[in-house]
């Protein structure tokens, strides 16, 4: 199966979801200020192809936030505003089959949220970050509903000022993410770039790697050498 999100640009309305299985379709009218999306569910390649190509060359895609699991289908948004200082994100739980929303909560503080959700396995947690400055973790039940009370965030560091934004998608090995984060100047080398590593447990920042650029991607994982070496491997790409 393969999800795409279609950006078609910022606006204050409610976002229209449109969803396409095979040769059905439906739409999903969505309540809350955010930027105006397409989610579209291709099952079927071979019946599609003549509309990815239009897709990937037409418009700009954000792969924003989505995970399937059991009987929901979690994204994040955009904040409504131009820039990631004003404005509120939210989070949404959607019904995969129907597009129906489920429930949705309201982030605390500013910024899009431009990454994946990440489930930790064998848990109900989520984690994803924002441009806000922000890594979040929240609790999901079986039925989709989210549990705005177990909602908890760590403020990202840059140590050169300004919003340490991530769109990184959280990499989740043992107890640890993994996560790209901004410095002060987006396209300015060593301006506070970095990996930051963040402890689930203990809830906070464990350490962080300085790198030239802002690593905008979520990391590949391979514990390819695990049994041999003793450690995993997570591999970043930085935007410089």
Not at 1 to 13: D, F, T
Not at 88 to 100: E, I, Q, R, V
Not at 165 to 193: E, K, L
Request: glycine share 12%; aromatic share 12%; hydrophobic share 35%.
């Amino acid at each position: 199966m393969l999800i795409l999100i279609k950006y078609h640009g910022l606006s204050r309305c409610c976002g229209t979801y449109r969803c396409v299985k095979g040769t059905e379709h439906f739409t999903v009218r969505l309540f809350c200020q955010s930027s105006v999306f397409s989610l579209m569910v291709v099952t079927d390649l071979r019946q599609y192809s003549g509309g990815l190509c239009q897709i990937f060359h037409c418009h700009v895609i954000h792969m924003i936030a989505q995970h399937f699991i059991r009987k929901e289908f979690l994204i994040g948004t955009d904040d409504g505003e131009a820039s990631y200082t004003t404005g509120h994100a939210s989070l949404l739980s959607l019904d995969p089959k129907t597009g129906a929303v489920i429930s949705q909560i309201t982030l605390p503080h500013t910024g899009d949220i431009r990454c994946n959700i990440v489930r930790q396995e064998g848990t109900n947690s989520y984690y994803f970050t924002s441009k806000g400055g922000y890594f979040y973790g929240v609790t999901v039940d079986e039925n989709g509903i989210i549990d705005e009370n177990s909602l908890k965030y760590i403020q990202l560091k840059n140590g050169s000022g300004g919003i340490p934004m991530s769109t990184s998608t959280p990499t989740i090995y043992g107890n640890r993410a993994y996560i790209g984060v901004c410095g002060a100047s987006q396209f300015g080398a060593y301006s506070g770039h970095n990996i930051t590593v963040l402890d689930l447990k203990n809830w906070g920042i464990a350490y962080q790697v300085k790198t030239m650029g802002y690593p905008q991607t979520s990391g590949l994982l391979t514990t390819a050498y695990e049994k041999s070496e003793g450690v995993a491997y997570i591999y970043f790409f930085d935007n410089y």
